[in-house]
């Protein structure tokens, strides 16, 4: 299926905004869960937030629920995280990655991408 390809981290502020985007190399199939999930140095990878592609379902981690928002774009295979009222605690590598199981379990995305760094300084 081929790498999905994230990009959109950076160094923000406190309180600041952020928008990561995940580009698949091929047509994402109304079958998929896209999804986000983040790793902080020496913490587990943690579920962020995922979408069904066939319906727009959407569904978020309780660390950033209410200040996410995860958006599919299916003409351009893109998905998207938007983040607001950002936290030091939000610093993390972020993953976009694809599955097909409605979870939040990193076990069950078959598809990864090579991550982006979030940096927010307080």
């Known amino acids: 299926q081929g790498q999905l390809i994230e990009s959109g981290g950076g160094l923000v502020e406190a309180g600041g905004s952020l928008r990561l985007s995940c580009t698949a190399p091929?047509?994402?199939?109304?079958?998929?869960?896209m999804g986000w999930f983040r790793q902080a140095p020496g913490k587990e990878r943690e579920f962020v937030a995922r979408?069904?592609?066939?319906?727009?379902?959407?569904y978020y981690g309780d660390a950033v629920k209410g200040r996410s928002t995860i958006i599919k774009e299916g003409a351009t295979n893109t998905v998207y995280l938007e983040m607001t009222s950002l936290k030091p605690e939000d610093t993390a590598v972020y993953y976009c990655?694809?599955?097909?199981?409605?979870?939040?379990?990193?076990?069950?995305?078959?598809?990864w991408g090579q991550g982006t760094q979030v940096t927010v300084a307080s």
């Open positions: 979408i069904r592609w066939s319906n727009g379902r959407e």
């Open positions: 091929g047509r994402i199939y109304s079958s998929a869960v």
């Open positions: 990655a694809r599955g097909v199981q409605w979870s939040a379990a990193v076990r069950d995305f078959d598809s």
